[in-house]
């Protein structure tokens, strides 16, 4: 597996007449596997056609912040948002001093502003430029700002001098941003995840379901996409965007996820059970709408089949991870669930608290299996994810 499988890289071509060697940097990230998409300068503009970067990455280039098009479906924050990670190569002297006041008066310094991934930048420019105070002063500043610094090369430049600050090369800006990704710790591995609630139908109106949104199971889908996994998605009633890169089946009551789960599970060698399932449905679905003259005044429920449990049960079971939603004697609750369904493991959230579980951003869980039990302090639900899927690659893989 390549170091850069699934991937995405936002690659920042600025002013520099290294920009020449833009296209055959998008080349490389792809050759490790990364999804590339370009976002240039108006000085970017003057050393390289837009056409190249266009044909090679396969995707439109991006250089306008006020792009209605653009605005509409992937502007800055989506871009932003979409990046694991930005490499500004070649980074002009401009540009870096762009970064340092935190100017945001053109698409590229306005991304950087607005993305929460990695930013790497490949400085490229005369060797006086780049000896100057402010430049090192400039370069410093970044770096305390965890902007990681792809050093220029020694050697002859386009303007005749000889000296530092030539582009690193195309190969190596590639591997270096390969190496930040280096855990793919579920490199080569497949994994099931079900996501969000269940719905369970009264008559063609009224359900039963719950608040589940989605969010946790959806950081879990991205953070087995980064480590490398291949990654499907069962995926039932949510409030947020599907992760893209994994295969989804998208399903709506309980049966039907027993189903999708049942059919795709073979081969898998993770199974994590994030989604709210409901526990019971209705025992008959009226056809017709109930009148409020009815005669009917309650519901009579029928139990759903445990899905979790039954692929626990499978003679070749994938690791199973499930999850404990409790609102009570949370430990004792979650150790109980992780034994009756027998389990690998099982992730506690407290759901009585809105700041975490449910709906929210928020997460603080439990990691709970037969030998350990490790509290995972509060965090975004991808920060928690990712710690999750450490773990299980730890103490599983
Ligand atoms: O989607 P969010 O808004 O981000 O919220 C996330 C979450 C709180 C829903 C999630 O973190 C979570 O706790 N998911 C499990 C919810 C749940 O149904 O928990 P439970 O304790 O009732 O079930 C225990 C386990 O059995 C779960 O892994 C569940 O998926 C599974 N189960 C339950 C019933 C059933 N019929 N089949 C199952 O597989």
Same mark, same amino acid.
């Given at each position: 597996?390549?170091?850069?499988?699934?991937?995405?890289?936002?690659?920042?071509?600025?002013?520099? &007449?290294?920009?020449?060697?833009?296209?055959? %940097?998008? *080349?490389?990230?792809?050759?490790?596997?990364?999804?590339?998409?370009?976002? #240039?300068?108006?000085?970017?503009?003057?050393?390289?056609?837009?056409?190249?970067?266009?044909?090679?990455?396969?995707?439109?280039?991006?250089?306008?912040?006020?792009? !209605?098009?653009?605005?509409?479906?992937?502007?800055?924050?989506?871009?932003?948002?979409?990046?694991?990670?930005?490499?500004?190569?070649?980074?002009?002297?401009?540009? %870096?001093?762009? +970064?340092?006041?935190?100017?945001?008066?053109?698409? +590229?310094?306005?991304?950087? @502003?607005?993305?929460?991934?990695?930013?790497?930048?490949?400085?490229?420019?005369?060797?006086?430029?780049?000896?100057? +105070?402010?430049?090192?002063?400039? @370069?410093?500043? @970044?770096?305390? *700002?965890?902007?990681? #610094?792809?050093?220029?090369?020694?050697?002859?430049?386009?303007? /005749?001098?000889?000296?530092? /600050?030539?582009?690193?090369?195309?190969?190596?800006?590639?591997?270096?941003?390969?190496?930040?990704?280096?855990?793919?710790?579920?490199?080569?591995?497949?994994?099931?995840?079900?996501?969000?609630?269940? #719905?369970?139908?009264?008559?063609?109106?009224?359900?039963?379901?719950?608040?589940?949104?989605?969010?946790?199971?959806?950081?879990?889908?991205?953070?087995?996409?980064?480590?490398?996994?291949?990654?499907?998605?069962?995926?039932?009633?949510?409030?947020?965007?599907?992760? *893209?890169?994994?295969?989804?089946?998208?399903?709506?009551?309980?049966?039907?996820?027993?189903?999708?789960?049942?059919?795709?599970?073979?081969?898998?060698?993770?199974?994590?059970?994030?989604?709210?399932?409901?526990? $019971?449905?209705?025992?008959?679905?009226?056809?017709?709408?109930?009148?409020?003259?009815?005669?009917?005044?309650?519901?009579? @429920?029928?139990?759903?089949?445990?899905?979790?449990?039954?692929?626990?049960?499978?003679?070749?079971?994938?690791?199973? %991870?499930?999850?404990?939603?409790?609102?009570?004697?949370?430990?004792?609750?979650?150790?109980?669930? +992780?034994?009756?369904?027998?389990?690998?493991?099982? &992730?506690?959230?407290? &759901?009585?608290?809105?700041?975490? /579980?449910? !709906?929210?951003?928020?997460?603080?869980?439990?990691?709970?299996?037969? !030998?350990?039990?490790?509290? %995972?302090?509060?965090?975004?639900?991808?920060?928690?994810?990712?710690? &999750?899927?450490?773990? #299980?690659? !730890? $103490?599983?893989?």
């Amino acid at each position: 597996m390549n170091t850069l499988t699934n991937k995405r890289v936002l690659l920042g071509v600025s002013g520099s &007449i290294a920009a020449y060697k833009s296209p055959d %940097i998008v *080349r490389r990230l792809q050759d490790l596997g990364a999804e590339v998409r370009v976002v #240039i300068t108006s000085g970017g503009r003057e050393f390289v056609s837009e056409r190249s970067l266009q044909t090679i990455s396969k995707n439109k280039v991006h250089d306008n912040l006020w792009d !209605k098009d653009a605005e509409l479906s992937m502007g800055h924050i989506e871009l932003a948002k979409w990046a694991d990670i930005v490499i500004i190569a070649p980074a002009s002297a401009n540009t %870096i001093a762009k +970064l340092c006041h935190g100017k945001a008066d053109d698409l +590229l310094s306005t991304v950087i @502003l607005a993305t929460s991934a990695t930013v790497m930048i490949a400085p490229s420019m005369n060797q006086q430029m780049y000896a100057s +105070l402010a430049m090192k002063e400039n @370069l410093q500043l @970044l770096k305390s *700002r965890n902007v990681i #610094i792809i050093e220029p090369g020694f050697g002859e430049q386009a303007c /005749g001098d000889v000296g530092e /600050g030539r582009l690193a090369e195309p190969i190596d800006i590639a591997q270096q941003a390969a190496e930040l990704f280096l855990s793919n710790s579920l490199s080569g591995k497949k994994v099931l995840i079900t996501i969000g609630g269940t #719905i369970e139908a009264i008559d063609p109106v009224r359900f039963i379901s719950n608040h589940s949104s989605g969010k946790m199971g959806m950081s879990l889908a991205h953070a087995c996409i980064q480590a490398g996994a291949k990654t499907t998605l069962v995926v039932g009633s949510i409030s947020i965007e599907v992760e *893209r890169r994994a295969e989804t089946i998208f399903v709506t009551s309980a049966s039907e996820m027993y189903d999708a789960v049942m059919n795709n599970i073979t081969s898998q060698d993770l199974f994590i059970s994030c989604a709210a399932v409901a526990d $019971y449905r209705p025992s008959k679905v009226s056809l017709n709408k109930i009148k409020k003259t009815s005669s009917i005044k309650s519901i009579q @429920l029928i139990e759903n089949k445990d899905i979790l449990a039954s692929v626990c049960k499978l003679k070749d079971k994938p690791i199973c %991870i499930g999850f404990a939603a409790e609102t009570e004697n949370l430990i004792s609750n979650a150790k109980h669930k +992780l034994k009756n369904k027998k389990c690998d493991a099982i &992730i506690l959230n407290d &759901i009585s608290n809105s700041e975490i /579980g449910l !709906k929210s951003d928020e997460n603080e869980v439990h990691f709970i299996s037969e !030998k350990n039990s490790e509290k %995972i302090d509060k965090n975004s639900k991808q920060i928690i994810a990712e710690i &999750i899927i450490n773990k #299980i690659a !730890k $103490y599983f893989f």
